[in-house]
C-alpha cells in the first residue's frame, strides 16, 4: 500500500474527535461505518476520495461536526505522511482494516468495532493461524503459571499461535513458554508500538525467526494506561478461536473479557481452581465457561438433578 494511502487510513483512525473528551470523540465503529459508507458509494470511494471529495460528506451522512474533524484530519496529512515514512523505516508495518493481511477473527469476532488500523512488526502470517488465548492475572499464582505452561506446550504442538497481552504474570509466562517450546506468538500491546522498544529487544531473535508478531491498535507513541489495557483485551479474546483463563479476580480485564467472550457465546475454557483458592474461576464456570484440569483437559461437571 502508498505510503498516501496510509496517511489517509492514519487520518482516518486517528483524527480528533468532535468535542472534549473521549466521550464526544469518533468512535472505532463510527470511523469504521463512514469508510463502509464510501466504499459502497456509487460509484466506489476509495480511502483517499472519502477525504478529497468534501461536497459527498452530507451524503455519506457525516454531521457537521465530523466534517470539521475530517477536515482538521486533512490538514495534518503532510504530518502523517512524514512519520508513517518514519515507522516504515524502522520495520513497523500498518494494516487498515480493509487490507488482506487484516486478521478475518477480529472482524467475525468484532464486527464494525474492530480497529481500523493496526501497527505490527514481526511475521504478519502468524495473523492468519489458528490462535489460542491464554489470559489471566497479573499476579498469578504458582499453579496458574504451571497451568499456562501446560497451555502453551499443547498449543504448539498441535500449530497454535498463542496470543496474549504482554502483561506480567500470566501474560509473560504464557509468551516464554510458547517461545521455549517452539511455538510462535502474537502479543497485543496496551500501549503504541513505539513504546515497546525494550520489548523488541528482548525478543528480538523470536521476531526475526519469525516466531513473535506485536500488534497495537493504538498511536504508536501512546503510553500504556489502565482503559488501553481493558480496551487491548478486547483484541486478544477476539483473534483466538478458543481462549483459556488462567486464573481470573471477580473485576478486571481477565473476567471482563471472559464474560464478554460467554456473552458472544465464545469458547471460553476456566481452570478449575483448588479447593479454598481464592479467584472468581468458579464463577465463570458458574456462567458458561468450560471448566479444565491443569492440562486443559475438559472436566464433566455433575447433573444436578
Known sequence: MSLQNLAYWYALAFMPGTGKGRSNSLTTERRNNIYIAAFQHEPRLSIVELFERKELWPKLGLTAEECQAFTQGYSELANY????????????????????????SLKTNLKRRTPTLLFAKGNVELLHQPMTAIVGSRDASAISLQFTDHIAQKAAQSGQVVVSGGAKGVDQRALEAVLTCGGSSVVVLAQGIDTFQAGFKQYYQAIVAGKL?????????????????????????????????????????????????????????????????????????????????????????????
Open 213 to 305: 508478531l506485536v500488534i497495537s491498535s493504538y498511536a504508536p507513541t501512546d503510553r500504556w494506561s489502565t482503559w488501553r489495557a481493558m480496551a487491548r483485551n478486547k483484541l486478544v479474546y477476539g483473534l483466538a478461536t478458543h481462549t483459556y483463563v488462567a486464573q481470573s479476580g471477580d473485576s478486571g480485564g481477565t473476567w471482563e473479557g471472559a464474560k464478554e467472550g460467554l456473552r458472544a457465546q465464545r469458547s471460553i475454557f476456566v481452570r478449575q481452581p483448588e479447593a479454598n483458592e481464592l479467584c472468581a474461576n468458579n464463577q465463570l464456570i458458574a456462567q458458561g465457561a468450560l471448566p479444565v484440569d491443569l492440562y486443559g483437559n475438559e472436566i464433566e461437571l455433575p447433573i444436578l438433578s
Open 81 to 104: 505522511s512524514f512519520q508513517i515514512e518514519q515507522w516504515l523505516n524502522q520495520g513497523y508495518e500498518l494494516i487498515p482494516f480493509h487490507d488482506a493481511r487484516y486478521p478475518k
